[in-house]
C-alpha cells in the first residue's frame, strides 16, 4: 500500500467504532456529516459572502482554480517520487564494495574483460605476463574509472558506479567503492558473479605464489606474483627437505585436534645458518608445494610498532606463510636504541605478544629466518613459538654431488669435479656460491671444473645473494 494514498483515504473517510468493529461511513454519510457540519459551525452569513465574492468576482475564482489545480499537482508531484522511491527500492538492489575488500579488484578486473561491458570513463591498469622461460613482459588492461559503467550477465543488466572519496585509508590509498544495482529478480547473480571474478583472479594466480609485504597499516601485493619454485631447485642436506614437509603435512592435517583441545593452531620454524645457504628460497618453495602465498615482514624495519606488528599478524591473508626474515635484527636494534637512549621499531615484548596473540581461525605458518642464531632470546625459542629449529649450513658433499648433478647431469664429470673441490680443502662453501660457478660456466661442465678455484672467493660470486 502506497503511504500517502493511504493516509489521504484515513483522514478523508472518519471511523467509527460499532461492537468493536471500525467502521467505514459511506460516500452518503460522509457528505450528510459535511453537511450538517457545515450548518453547524459556519455562520450562514460568512458563508454567504465568500461564495458571492467568488461567484461575483472571476479572478477570485480562476484564482482559487488554479491553487486548486497548483495543490493538486504537488500531491501528485509527491505521490510519484514516493511512488518511485518505493518501487526503487522494491525493485533494484544495490551492492557496495569498498577497496578496502578484496574482490574490490577482483570485480574490476573481471569487468575489465567482460565483453558486454558499457563504460565511458576508464583507467589504465598495468599488467604483468610471465612466459615459461620466466621473462616478464607487460601489457595494459582497461578498467572501469570512476564514474557509471553497465554490464550485461546471464540476459540481466547491471549498472555499476565506482566513486572515489576525498578520504585516505590507513593504508594511504583513497577510499573507494564500486556499487552494482540490478534488479530484484537478478539479485541471485550478484553473488555468481563475485564468484566468477573470484574465480578468475584465482586462476591468474595459479601456479604463481603471490607476494605480500606489509605497506602503512595492511598487507600489499608485492610484485607480480612469481612462478612457484620447484621443491627440487633447493638442494639441501640429507633429510631436512623431507623432515620439514612431513611436519607440515602433519600439522596441517591436524586442525580438528588443535581445535578440540583449544590450542591455537599455529605452528612456527626457524630456519637458521649462514647466509647463501638457501632459507629463503626453500621456504618459497615450500610455499609453492603446498599452494600457499608469503607475506614477508621485516622485523627491523624502524617504523614498525609494537601494535601494528599485531594487528598485521593478526590480519594475514588466506592460505598465506608468514615469512619473518632476519628476526635477529629486531635484537639488535634493541641493543642498539638503548645505547643511544631512544626506541624505535618493535620491542622484544612486542614480537612476543605478537606471536602468541595470532588468533585466527585458519592455520597460521611461521617461518622466521636468521644468520646469528645466538643472538636470539631463548625466550622466542619457545614451543608455540618456534615449535621447529632446522639448521641451514653451508654445502655438504651430498649438496654439492646433487647441485653438479642438476646442472650438467654427467656423472663422469662429477667425479672429477668432486675430487678437484676435495683438493681445494675450503672450509665451508656455500650452496649460493656453487651456484654462481655452475651458472657462470652453465654451458661447459669443464669449464666449472677448471675454475673450481673460484670457490675460494666468494666475493666474486656476491652478485648471486639475495
Ligand atoms: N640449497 C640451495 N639449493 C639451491 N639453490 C640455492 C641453495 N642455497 C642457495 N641457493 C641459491 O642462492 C641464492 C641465495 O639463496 P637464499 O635462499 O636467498 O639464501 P639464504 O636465504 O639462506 O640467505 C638463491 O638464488 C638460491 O637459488
Ligand atoms: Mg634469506
Known amino acids: 500500500m502506497i503511504p500517502w494514498l493511504s493516509k489521504t483515504e484515513d483522514n478523508g473517510k472518519k471511523k467509527d467504532i460499532v461492537d468493536g468493529k471500525i467502521e467505514t461511513p459511506s460516500t452518503q454519510e460522509i457528505s450528510m456529516m459535511n453537511f450538517n457540519r457545515s450548518t453547524e459551525t459556519t455562520s450562514p452569513d460568512k458563508s454567504f459572502s465568500f461564495s458571492q465574492i467568488m461567484e461575483s468576482n472571476p479572478y477570485f475564482a480562476a484564482g482559487g482554480g488554479l491553487m486548486v489545480l497548483g495543490a493538486g499537482l504537488s500531491i501528485l508531484r509527491k505521490g510519484v517520487m514516493q511512488l518511485s522511491h518505493l518501487m526503487y527500492r522494491r525493485l533494484i538492489v544495490d551492492l557496495e564494495i569498498r577497496n578496502s575488500d578484496k574482490s574490490y579488484d577482483w570485480f574490476l578486473n573481471w569487468m575489465s574483460n567482460c565483453e558486454t561491458r558499457v563504460s565511458r570513463q576508464l583507467s589504465v591498469k598495468t599488467t604483468f605476463v610471465q612466459h615459461e622461460n620466466g621473462s616478464v613482459s607487460t601489457g595494459f588492461s582497461f578498467v572501469p574509472g570512476p564514474g ?27 577510499m573507494e567503492t564500486v556499487t552494482i544495482k540490478t534488479l530484484y529478480k537478478d539479485r541471485y547473480l550478484l553473488a555468481s558473479v563475485l564468484d566468477e571474478a573470484r574465480q578468475t583472479a584465482m586462476k591468474m594466480n595459479e601456479g604463481k605464489t603471490v607476494l605480500f609485504k606489509s605497506w602503512g597499516q595492511d598487507w600489499r601485493v608485492f610484485g607480480k606474483p612469481r612462478s612457484k619454485r620447484v621443491l627440487d631447485s633447493v638442494i639441501l642436506d640429507k633429510g631436512i627437505k623431507e623432515s620439514i614437509i612431513a611436519d607440515m603435512k602433519e600439522f596441517l592435517a591436524s586442525s580438528k585436534w588443535y581445535n578440540d583441545r583449544g590450542i591455537p593452531y599455529r605452528r612456527g620454524y626457524l630456519l637458521y645458518g649462514p647466509p647463501g645457504s638457501g632459507k629463503t628460497s626453500f621456504i618459497q618453495a615450500l610455499a609453492g608445494e603446498f599452494d600457499y602465498n608469503i607475506a614477508i615482514m621485516n622485523v627491523g624495519e624502524p617504523n614498525l610498532t609494537d601494535d601494528r606488528l599485531a594487528y598485521l599478524m593478526n590480519n594475514i591473508p588466506e592460505r598465506t606463510i608468514l615469512l619473518l626474515e632476519d628476526i635477529d635484527a629486531a635484537f639488535n636494534q634493541r ?132
Do not use: C
Open 148 to 174: 557509471n559503467h553497465w554490464f550485461k550477465y546471464k540476459k540481466a543488466w547491471f549498472h555499476v558506479s565506482r566513486e572515489r572519496s576525498e578520504r585516505i585509508h590507513n593504508s594511504g590509498q583513497p
Open 335 to 466: 641493543i642498539q636504541s638503548k645505547d643511544q637512549g631512544y626506541t624505535s621499531g618493535v620491542t622484544f615484548s612486542g614480537l612476543l605478544n605478537a606471536l602468541d596473540g595470532v588468533a585466527s581461525a585458519d592455520e597460521v605458518l611461521t617461518f622466521m629466518t636468521t644468520n646469528h642464531p645466538e643472538k636470539l632470546d631463548q625466550a622466542l625459542l619457545r614451543p608455540g613459538r618456534i615449535d621447529m629449529k632446522v639448521l641451514i649450513d653451508n654445502a655438504s658433499d651430498y649438496q654439492v654431488e646433487k647441485m653438479f648433478m642438476r646442472f650438467y647431469d654427467d656423472a663422469e664429470k662429477l667425479a672429477i669435479f668432486m675430487e678437484r673441490f676435495r683438493e681445494l680443502e675450503l672450509p665451508y662453501v656455500s650452496t649460493a656460491q656453487l651456484q654462481g660457478l655452475f651458472v657462470r660456466f652453465k654451458e661447459s661442465p669443464d669449464l666449472a671444473i677448471s675454475n673450481v678455484e673460484i670457490l675460494r672467493k666468494p666475493h666474486l660470486n656476491n652478485f648471486f645473494y639475495e
